[in-house]
């Protein structure tokens, strides 16, 4: 908000008596819950994210002050609406690298296709080991993908984001149904966990370190405080 705009001390106070009365609801809801997935309790929820956040934006515009605590928005995760007890799970996963070292990924390529065909005159020169490409189909194809993940600097690559959602599902779907379009009819309200891993979340924790040694404060005696290890 614009200075003209400013949010007034009423405000603030109106939207902290909002916050409380949508907590009071939302421990209401829950005590009188029907079963896992009663509307009443997931309404409440969104009533209590939306003033928490109105609460939050102005507190911070009047007083430059955040709440300690977040609570999860609904727009990333719709509320779960899909079977107690499922019969059947499908599990998602996506993860994104960046080629950054092309020649160790063909190296690479390269020796797993020798080890193949010890015997093969001209490894390297194969059509497969030969483009970035080929490589990727070798490398994808000989080792699975949770060794890609843990070796990833091995093969010339860099980690992006990755994420992964567990989805319900009522019965276990035919072989081979969804093998052309794995990802296109992904239900986000039948997700029952879901966990992602982004270098957002890690400049989120620096910039917190950051702040955190800012605060600290030395002990009037310094002499007594052992000097730090530019090695360690």
Not at 17 to 23: D, S
Not at 158 to 183: I, K
Request: aromatic letters at 6%; a negative charge.
């Amino acid at each position: 908000m614009s200075d003209a705009a400013q949010s007034t001390a009423a405000e603030v106070r109106a939207a902290a008596e909002a916050v409380k009365t949508a907590l009071d609801r939302h421990l209401a809801a829950v005590e009188r819950r029907s079963g896992e997935d009663d509307p009443a309790v997931y309404e409440a929820f969104n009533e209590l994210a939306a003033a928490a956040e109105e609460y939050d934006e102005l507190l911070y515009d009047r007083y430059d002050e955040v709440t300690p605590f977040e609570i999860p928005g609904t727009e990333d995760m719709p509320p779960y609406t899909g079977p107690e007890e499922p019969s059947a799970l499908s599990v998602l996963i996506r993860r994104d690298y960046t080629v950054v070292e092309p020649q160790r990924l063909l190296a690479q390529a390269q020796r797993v296709e020798a080890a193949d065909e010890p015997s093969a005159v001209g490894a390297g020169d194969d059509e497969a080991t030969a483009t970035v490409h080929g490589a990727l189909g070798v490398l994808f194809g000989e080792f699975e993908p949770d060794e890609i993940a843990s070796r990833h600097k091995e093969f010339g690559l860099e980690e992006g984001d990755s994420t992964l959602w567990v989805t319900a599902g009522d019965d276990t779907a035919d072989p081979g149904e969804w093998l052309e379009a794995p990802f296109e009819n992904v239900d986000p309200q039948r997700v029952v966990c879901r966990f992602d891993v982004s270098a957002v979340f890690d400049e989120d924790d620096l910039e917190d370190e950051e702040d955190l040694e800012d605060e600290i404060v030395l002990d009037e005696d310094e002499d007594e405080l052992e000097p730090l290890d530019a090695d360690r």
